[in-house]
Each structure stands twice: as C-alpha cells, then as structure tokens.
C-alpha cells in the first residue's frame, strides 16, 4: 500500500529535507517515526526538498509499506514518535500509481519579511527581518515581469542540479499586513535557491535600490552574477502542493487563483 502524507514543520534546527550523513534532517526524522508504526524499514519521497532552516506549512510525501495501518494509526502513531517541531497533519492510503513529486501540477512557496526597524525576539527563525521600509507595489510591479514560461538561470543557485532551467510561474502575490510582508509564488516546479533569489530581488526593488524593471533585465540575462542577493532561509515556507483531483490530496485554497487550464490538468490524459 501506498500512503501519502502532509508534513507541517519548523526546519530551524534541521539541515533541510534530504537525508545526510553526519546532520539531522526532516527525512529522516519522519522516516524513523512512520518505521516504527509500520514495523519495518520505510522511505519516504517529497513532493520538493527544502533547505537548511526552511519551514513547510504542507509538505507532501508518500511511501510504501507492507504494514496494513489506517490513516488514523499513520497519523496519531507517528506523531507519537516525532519531536513537537515536526507534524504529520493527515494521512490517506493510495494506490501504486501516485507519487508525491511526479504527480504534482504546482507548488506554492511563502516568504515572509518581517518590515519594521527593530528586530523580533521571537520571530527570529520564522521571519527574515528588513529595517528599511519596502513599497510592496514596486515589489508587485517588479514580481510580475516573472509570472509565464521563462529560462529562470539568474535565479538558481549554481550547485542546482536541475537539468533544466526553464519553468513556469503561475503567480506572483506580494501583499502587506501590517508589519509583516508576504511574497506568495506558484510555479510547476522550482529551482534551487529560486524563492529566496526571486525574493532578494524583489526586496532589492521594495527598498528603492532597483527600479521595478531592473528585474525583467536581471530574467533576460540567464546569469546568476547579475542578479541580486541571496534573501535568508528562515522567512521560507513550503505552503502545499497540488495534485489531479482524483487522487484526493486536500487542495490550499491559495490554488484557487491557478489558470483554469491548469487546476483542470489530469496527467492520464
């Protein structure tokens, strides 16, 4: 049996998703927890890996698994193995033919800017803090010249082993609420580093340092050197995935505002 999984966690005192030698990881964390329930040696698969302080609101996984469990024993017996930073927040059995990277249409990411002149003691690793004003309608103006099909080169990280750099950004949303300041992206899939380059940039923009059209520039030169700085992991949330309906994932409402063609996309067809 196949079972998928959403994970929320913290990833303050993780070394990111993937499991490493000689750091804890939340891969293998999750991966000890669930073999304990199922009795048996488990891996587990990610729709997208996370890095080094990054936080997940909805990270989606699956594994296989000989051991005949509900979805209430997945859930309630592995969070009685996980630490109190690391949840699973749903469980549901599937057949062989999902997977939670393959199978996914989009994912949403969510940086948070904590905008105000003094820092927050604790907010420290949930937030990147910014003391200088931003005008999040420059950061807009600037954020839609990324939204379509392009070659995102200037904003992957040069260790990215994609073997492509072309993606498609389904949208861009930056919106403040009082203090704080969200920069909401969809895309079918991301590089390495690509939210947090894409968020330097738009803070670079936000801050007056670059005009709004500076990162149309920055997109058509295809390298990474030209564009600005790298923005912190700790405001990084990976909201949630989306997958076909059929398989039944629970959907973000954020994924509302897909293009039609898209939310309607079925890879059977």
């Known amino acids: ?131 200088r004003p931003l005008d999040v309608q420059r950061m807009q103006k600037a954020a839609n010249f990324l939204i379509g099909s392009h070659d995102f080169s200037s904003f992957r990280a040069q260790a990215c082993q994609s073997r492509s750099p072309f993606r498609t950004m389904y949208f861009i949303n930056v919106q403040r609420k009082d203090d704080k300041i969200d920069i909401v992206v969809s895309a079918n899939a991301f590089l390495h580093h690509m939210v947090r380059n894409i968020a330097g940039v738009l803070i670079d923009v936000g801050n007056g340092k670059n005009e709004p059209e500076w990162v149309a520039d920055v997109l058509a030169m295809r390298n990474r050197k030209d564009a600005g700085v790298t923005a912190p992991p700790y405001g990084l949330y990976l909201g949630s995935v989306y997958y076909p309906e059929h398989f039944g994932i629970p959907k973000h409402p954020v994924f509302d505002q897909l293009p039609d063609s898209i939310s309607r996309f079925d890879p059977r067809k």
């Open 1 to 131: 049996m196949r079972t998928a999984i959403g994970i929320e966690y913290d990833g303050s005192n993780y070394h990111g998703w993937q499991r490493q030698k000689n750091h804890q990881s939340i891969q293998s964390v999750v991966e000890k927890a669930v073999s304990k329930v199922a009795n048996e040696p488990v891996s587990i698969v990610c729709a997208g890996r996370t890095d080094s302080g990054v936080h997940a609101l909805e990270q989606v996984a699956h594994f296989d698994s000989c051991a005949e469990r509900d979805t209430q024993a997945w859930l309630m017996g592995t969070n009685a193995y996980l630490p109190a930073d690391i949840r699973i927040i749903w469980a549901k059995n599937l057949n062989i033919k999902f997977h939670a990277r393959t199978s996914a249409i989009a994912r949403f990411y969510r940086y948070v800017i904590l905008n105000r002149s003094v820092a927050s003691a604790l907010l420290k690793k949930q937030v990147t803090w910014h003391p």
